[in-house]
């Protein structure tokens, strides 16, 4: 709670009150013990004790009991016996201003972000993807900003994995294999994001960073991310988180040191962040974190031990609040040891007992002080929260979801606009359509080739029948005329001689011989010319067939 000086009131030792300096509160810090040792309480009273200073907060609420940051709180038992130990008279329960996000948008507006804008080191670790399937994704993300094909949406980048593959071989030479396996593999791994929700996760409109720093009433604005599916899916949690701060250290503006952070970020789970992480991207959070501070941003892990992060980022984590650990094995005492010996030793104590000694509520505490020097280490009570411990009910969420301003409504709505699926898509229906009116021309060009073909054979087949007709006509018919022609001739000849005087007879006998020549003759031209009227009667019938 905020002390009657404003200070940030979290703590109370056997020594007084314990406060965190807003000056350092930028430091970052951690909240850690085993689990029921009361950290999400903790997280409760820090968290609402910054939004009464008028820092805005996010947090993920993992089982739904942060939830209750929303409602006022109310007395109890356990919050008068503390009272009476705090020396706090009449505490001013209230509720604090609250949203509430989902990635599924089931319980809270969505919140989005687009393929492009994750970009492929943060999407390789969503897809669990090898080295030479992130290597086949950066050449995706090259090629699709060289053609100015935007990837908004899981159903772009399925896309344009099936245009990297068809084309594979003419990216080749210049960016690098792209094999078959690889291509498969990935869209795999979209299907299987789909298959979990995670397409609602990629699209439009992309939630703004900026909205996180907003103040109501001089209250810092508490963003409440409801996690309790997300986390079935610690990567993709894991990850979404990582991108909310890298968005962070990328837009805001360096500010330095302030008396009171800009926005303070409670990354709860933070272990989930740093396994099966590479080298490479675990060197990116460590410095975004090292560096995020001078944004005016606060980061607080929560985690079960500190011995979860790694040493790099643990070295940062100024202001700490120890609750229990326990140590039934010995891997479970050298882990007690080491955090033991993270604190500044308080000669009243010895740390690495009190650790395994604490109550629910119960806390070692460190914070830096005006200098940035970590303090000593001492045994505290954390406050009670002054708003409602526990989870609210849906009407109550509603009223809430209701009441928010309307640039936060619109994230409702999704927005669909051209990007790389229409573009390709209205590529391939163009290259479809275009192979298809070929395909017709072609078939149209081989019909009429063939009709051609058709007709050129049929007319041969008819010229050689007419050819024919022509032939076996002219050789009956000459055979016949002269046949017929030999015969009246003789016929006429021997009538004549019939005629003629017996006196004749001997020279008869000696004209026989020539006469007969006579008739060969004229029964030959007779033949003749009847074979020519024959003959021109055939062809010109053939022709007018043909015809």
């Known amino acids: 709670m905020l002390s009657p000086d404003n200070k940030l009131y979290v703590a109370h030792s ?18 850690a013990g085993a689990t029921g040792t009361g950290k999400t309480v903790s997280l ?62 089931e319980q809270g507006f969505p919140m989005r972000t687009t393929v492009s804008a994750m970009g492929p080191q943060l999407l390789s670790r969503i897809l669990e993807l090898n080295d030479t399937q992130e290597g086949v994704l950066n050449i995706l993300f090259r090629i699709a900003d060289e053609a100015n ?29 792209i094999s078959p396996a690889s291509v498969g593999a990935i869209q795999r791994a979209i299907l299987t994001l789909e298959n979990q929700g995670g397409q609602q996760f990629f699209g439009e409109p992309a939630f703004d960073v900026e909205d996180l720093l907003d103040k109501e009433n001089g209250r810092g604005v508490m ?116 955090v033991a010996d993270t604190f500044r030793a308080n000669p009243e104590f010895k740390t690495a007992d009190v650790i395994t000694e ?19 280490v001492e045994r505290a009570r954390i406050l009670f929260p002054l708003s409602q411990i526990g989870a609210i ?42 192979a298809e009116k070929a395909l017709q021309e072609k078939e149209k060009e081989e019909a009429k080739a063939a009709k051609e073909k058709e007709k050129a054979a049929a007319k041969k087949s008819s010229s050689k029948k007419v050819n024919r007709t022509i032939l076996g006509t002219l050789a009956t018919a000459a055979a016949t005329t002269f046949a017929r022609s030999l015969a009246n001739s003789a016929a006429k000849s021997i009538t004549t001689g019939k005629k003629t005087s017996s006196s004749k007879s001997t020279s008869s006998k000696k004209t026989s011989s ?8 004229k029964a030959t031209k007779s033949a003749a010319n009847k074979v020519t009227r024959t003959i021109t009667n055939e062809v010109l019938k053939s022709i007018l067939k043909g015809l």
């Open 14 to 31: 056997a020594n007084g009150p314990i406060y965190i300096n807003g000056e350092m509160a930028n430091r970052h810090g951690l909240i």
């Open 393 to 434: 009910t849906a009407g109550q969420r509603m009223d809430i979801q209701n009441a928010a301003p309307a640039k936060i409504k619109e994230y409702n709505s999704v927005i669909d606009r051209e990007s790389a699926y229409e573009i390709l898509t209205a590529q391939y229906e163009a290259e479809a359509e275009a």
């Open 44 to 105: 409760q009273v820090v968290a609402e004790t910054f939004s009464q200073a008028g820092v805005p907060c996010f947090m993920a609420d993992m089982k739904g009991d942060l939830s209750g940051i929303s409602q006022t709180g109310k007395m109890s038992g356990f919050i008068e016996k503390r009272c009476a130990e705090f020396g706090i008279e009449d505490p001013k329960f209230a509720g604090n201003p609250t949203r509430f996000y989902d990635v599924f948008g």
């Open 358 to 376: 604490l109550a629910t509520g119960e806390a070692l505490v460190s914070f830096l002080d005006e200098k940035g020097a970590p303090s000593v």
């Open 223 to 338: 963003n409440v991310l409801v996690a309790d599916k997300l986390m079935l899916q610690p990567k993709l949690y894991s990850t979404f988180l990582l991108w909310l701060i890298t968005e962070l250290y990328s837009k805001m503006p360096e500010v330095g040191d302030m008396a009171l952070p800009k926005l303070v970020f409670f990354f709860d789970e933070a272990h989930t962040l740093f396994e099966g992480t590479s080298k490479a991207l675990t060197d990116k959070i460590e410095q975004v974190i090292r560096l995020i501070r001078s944004k005016g941003v606060g980061i607080y892990f929560v985690t079960q031990a500190p011995t979860d992060l790694p040493d790099n980022v643990l070295g940062q984590l100024g202001n700490r609040i120890q609750h229990a650990l326990r140590a039934y094995t010995p891997k479970d005492q050298k882990v007690v040891r080491t």
């Open 149 to 177: 094909l935007l990837l908004l949406d899981l159903k772009d980048l399925r896309m344009m994995l099936d245009f990297v593959g068809k084309n594979a071989a003419s990216f080749t030479t210049q960016y690098g294999n």
């Open 514 to 521: 020539s006469k007969a020549g006579t008739a060969v003759q």
